[in-house]
């Protein structure tokens, strides 16, 4: 009986072996490659401003609270990080992601279970041997081995692989998100900044308006202008007015939106925002470097390619399925009649059962599942390239927009000075009759314009700025994996996976497998 139970399990032992050996060489998952990226190698000329160097740091190594030196900025991005929900409804997925990753993974060991048994039944005369009815007791200690099934093709290992990358995108979009975030709050602080500016020069006018109307209306009342010009003089104090209602409903509608990305109740009125920093102290400068370097920094492109990798090794578990599955069941332990006996000479038990399953007919099951798997790498590589390309867009279009910005600026700046002394001049003249009203009626909408447009470029600028370090993956490699120590998801021991030939940033704490326990 020993002897049968040895020589049994020694036969599973060895066909798990044999298993573990050829599923760590066997797989039926294309090769990998990295698909070439569809775009250039440089930059076009018209967006880089000066080539980069070695002594530039790139953003994807430049922590955002170095980047943004505003400190109220970094107080509102510190805690948008802590409080956004988005970004709670990413970790939750990521989460999930590594826990589906756990569940695959367990697929590739042995389950074993231990149990314990009791059974009392009356057996009645007739259906005694004796003709008598008598009660009957089994009791039975044993451990199990459940379905078990041998990995000879390398199907359970490649759905391992899928569930593994399909946990390091998810992080990878966690982390895209994030970057997001940060752009998105510092985007809306700028577009606040912007319009308390141009809500306050829209006021300057109103009550310099409002002056004037209260001395043209007097002048009418005397007789010394005609009701012509006072009309035209209430025409522009009502334009000042409405321009300041506007601009007070886009301020509020900004305010509402950092509300819902910080999260949490903050003091949004425009005595709370710091108006006194310049301008070119808000955010360091920084250089595009080179363009292959998106590859490995941008989160949104490693998330693409780390669907692509999940593609692949789906059609491997979708090849494997058209050969035969070999599963092994069994239990040992003890059996007897009496309590007392489980444990005697002789109550030995034991039960082995491999079986072998082998697709003859599905009904085109199999040949299609392996054209959905095709089907969707084809689907991976295009949108792989389409992440690709549309980072290589937001980097383009964030230098071309600093570069011609900060011109527009500088003309505006200009026109605006020539403007304010064009409204001078007009009203000098009215005052000595040389000219009509609507010679200042023209010069002081004008000015308003461009007061209003030099306001709205400046803050347009800043926002190139604060979209390029978006672009070139700003602060991603120093953002922790999920599983990474001081991860939201950090847990110990941890099971590293080696890389696969090709990977994406095979160094980047994003190639670690998270932690199963």
Not at 151 to 159: A, H, K, S, T
């Amino acid at each position: 009986m020993r002897s049968g139970v040895a020589n049994s399990f020694a036969i599973a032992a060895i066909a798990a072996l044999v298993t573990t050996l050829l599923s760590g060489c066997l797989s039926m998952a294309p090769t990998y490659e990295r698909p070439a990226a569809p775009v250039a190698d440089v930059w076009t000329p018209d967006v880089s401003t000066s080539p980069a160097t070695a002594a530039v740091q790139s953003a994807s190594m430049l922590d955002w609270r170095e980047y943004f030196v505003d400190p109220q900025l970094r107080t509102l991005i510190e805690t948008a990080l802590t409080n956004n929900r988005d970004l709670r409804v990413a970790l939750a997925r990521v989460e999930q992601a590594r826990a589906a990753y756990g569940i695959q993974r367990a697929d590739l060991f042995p389950s074993l279970g231990g149990g314990a048994s009791e059974t009392r039944q009356r057996v009645p005369g007739d259906l005694s041997l004796t003709g008598k009815p008598y009660v009957s007791s089994q009791y039975q200690v044993g451990l199990g081995l459940s379905t078990w099934e041998l990995d000879f093709w390398g199907r359970i290992r490649n759905l391992k692989d899928a569930a593994l990358d399909e946990y390091l995108a998810s992080d990878a979009s966690r982390r895209a998100l994030e970057l997001s975030l940060i752009s998105q709050v510092a985007q809306t602080w700028l577009n606040l900044r912007e319009l308390d500016e141009r809500i306050a020069l829209a006021q300057q006018t109103v009550d310099s308006r409002a002056e004037s109307l209260r001395i043209f209306t007097r002048r009418e009342q005397v007789g010394s202008t005609s009701k012509l010009d006072l009309t035209e003089v209430t025409t522009l104090w009502q334009q000042a007015r409405a321009l300041v209602t506007q601009l007070q409903q886009q301020r509020a509608a900004q305010a509402h939106t950092l509300q819902v990305l910080v999260g949490a109740p903050i003091d949004t009125s425009p005595l709370a925002l710091d108006h006194t920093a310049d301008d070119a102290r808000l955010m360091r400068d920084l250089q595009p470097g080179l363009p292959s370097s998106l590859l490995e920094d941008r989160p949104d492109i490693m998330a693409a390619e780390y669907q692509l990798r999940a593609a692949h090794a789906n059609i491997g578990a979708a090849r494997a399925a058209f050969f035969p599955q070999i599963t092994l069941t069994g239990s040992v332990g003890t059996a007897s009649s009496a309590l007392d006996g489980l444990f005697t000479a002789g109550s030995a038990a034991w039960a082995f059962t491999p079986s072998i399953n082998i697709p003859i007919f599905q009904g085109g099951r199999l040949v299609n599942n392996l054209d959905l798997a095709e089907a969707r790498r084809v689907e991976s590589v295009a949108n792989y390239e389409k992440t690709i390309q549309e980072a290589f867009r937001d980097v383009a279009d964030a230098l071309s927009a600093r570069r011609w910005l900060a011109d527009q600026v500088t003309i505006l700046q200009a026109t605006q000075d020539a403007q304010a002394e064009r409204a001078r001049l007009a009203k000098l003249r009215y005052d000595h009759g040389a000219a009509a009203f609507l010679e200042v009626l023209d010069a002081q909408r004008d000015l308003l314009a461009i007061e209003q447009q030099t306001v709205q470029t400046r803050r347009a600028l800043l926002s190139a700025r604060v979209s390029l370090y978006t672009a070139l993956g700003g602060g991603s490699r120093l953002m922790p994996a999920a599983d990474a120590p001081g991860g939201p998801f950090a847990r110990t021991p941890r099971v590293v996976e080696p890389s696969p030939p090709g990977a994406v940033g095979a160094a980047s704490p994003a190639n670690v497998a998270p932690a199963v326990q």
